[in-house]
């Protein structure tokens, strides 16, 4: 399993997604080795839950920092390089998470004469409304078209992003595979008892255009005189970061909404335990991991009805649902939620019969593992 994230390294919901998986396959019998970028904090070499994680440094100091897709390729060849660690491993498959991952997905395949089975979590066609504008988003755009048509099985994580993948990389629908996200509910588990809840609206992720954190700092300006006490954190980095600085400087929230940066998950986790909602504004969204982590972290949920969020939770009672961009309807969404127990009580109890039922990581890794026994008899 190639990776450009893994916990300790987490940049997006990737990093969860392949530790997840990759642990619950080790869990039923599997033998997976994940390649993954070094982190200072982590060893190159080592066990992490039943998984052998190599941890490659892949820093080219010489490259244009600005030229994201040449120094992703050229870092590649060192994820390439660390198969000469694994000269003993015969895999039978090579599972590649996203773009990052391309070159070295396609080589090591080929390589050892083995399928490949592609991830795709979001594309930059998605990210950009529909449209890819030139640059880099058209480079990243090219290099995602060529990995799905290099892979045996292209896996995606909802119907949504499924069409979405086919249609934009032209694809035979049959060599596209739906396996939906998952959360490991005991890393997100409140404690026993669980603190009381209070007015604290959460939200968290990479904070980019897309993640609709501006119509979260819109909507608290309109809850500020509807609830006492009402407060917002907006945790996580991100190239939007300034541009959402402004806007919650427009708003005239400054005192209300607090721009955290990176949260440990300890942390994350605890404020999760505590606040009264969980608010997911995503403007484009392929899945929403981060819903799941919320409802498994007992945490009332409001969200955006997009993407893959709206296949996650519509119709489900899971969580309150408004139209994305829509700050009036988020407003009204959260007032609701800080002001009715009853109903906060409802959404949680629903967001755990949804886990439950549909988003168990070893349910996720049979099917997933039922995707490579495809790629390798196709």
């Known amino acids: 399993m190639l990776s450009w994230e893994f916990p300790p390294v987490a940049e997006s919901g990737v990093s969860s997604h392949v530790m997840g998986l990759s642990r619950a396959l080790a869990r039923t019998g599997h033998s997976v080795v994940v390649v993954t970028r070094a982190h200072p904090d982590a060893p190159h070499d ?3 839950g039943g998984v052998r ?3 490659v440094p892949v820093d080219i100091p010489w490259l244009p920092e600005d ?8 870092a590649n060849h060192h994820l390439v390089a660390a198969l000469a660690h694994l000269r003993f491993f015969e895999p039978d498959v090579v599972h590649a998470h996203d773009w990052n991952t391309a070159w070295a997905g396609v080589v090591a395949a080929r390589v050892l004469g083995v399928p490949l089975v592609t991830t795709i979590h979001a594309t930059e066609r998605g990210r950009h409304g529909g449209h890819v504008p030139q640059g880099a988003p058209a480079a990243v755009n090219a290099v995602e078209w060529w990995l799905a048509s290099s892979s045996t099985r292209v896996v995606c994580l909802s119907r949504f992003m499924a069409r979405e993948i086919v249609e934009g990389f032209e694809l035979d629908p049959a060599q596209v595979r739906l ?12 404690p026993d008892p669980a603190p009381p809840r209070d007015t604290h609206v959460m939200s968290w992720g990479r904070v980019q255009y897309e993640k609709g954190f501006q119509v979260l700092a819109q909507a608290m300006a309109r809850v500020r005189g ?10 996580g980095r991100g190239p939007y970061l300034p541009e959402l600085q402004s806007q919650v400087d427009i708003e005239g929230v400054g005192d209300l909404v607090n721009l955290a940066g990176y949260v440990p998950d300890d942390e994350l986790r605890a404020s999760l335990h505590r606040s009264g909602c969980v608010v997911i504004p995503s403007l484009y969204e392929p899945f929403g991991v981060v819903a ?3 409802l498994a972290a007992g945490a009332p949920v409001v969200a955006a009805l997009t993407g893959g969020l709206a296949e996650t939770l519509d119709g489900t009672g899971a969580a309150l649902l408004f139209e994305p961009g829509n700050a009036a309807r988020l407003a009204e969404a959260i007032e609701i939620v800080l ?6 009580d409802d959404l949680v109890m629903r967001g755990n019969e949804l886990l439950r039922d549909r988003f168990s ?17 196709s």
């Open 46 to 48: 080592a066990e992490v």
């Open 53 to 55: 994680v190599i941890r």
């Open 67 to 74: 030229d994201e897709v040449a120094s992703t390729a050229s």
């Open 179 to 190: 396996v939906p996200n998952g959360v490991e509910v005991r890393d997100w588990a409140p």
């Open 226 to 235: 509807r609830v006492p006490g009402v407060r917002c954190t907006i945790a």
């Open 292 to 294: 799941l982590e919320a």
């Open 339 to 344: 002001s009715d127990t009853a109903v906060r």
């Open 361 to 377: 990581w070893d349910a996720i890794a049979v099917t997933t593992a039922g995707v490579y026994s495809d790629a390798r008899s």
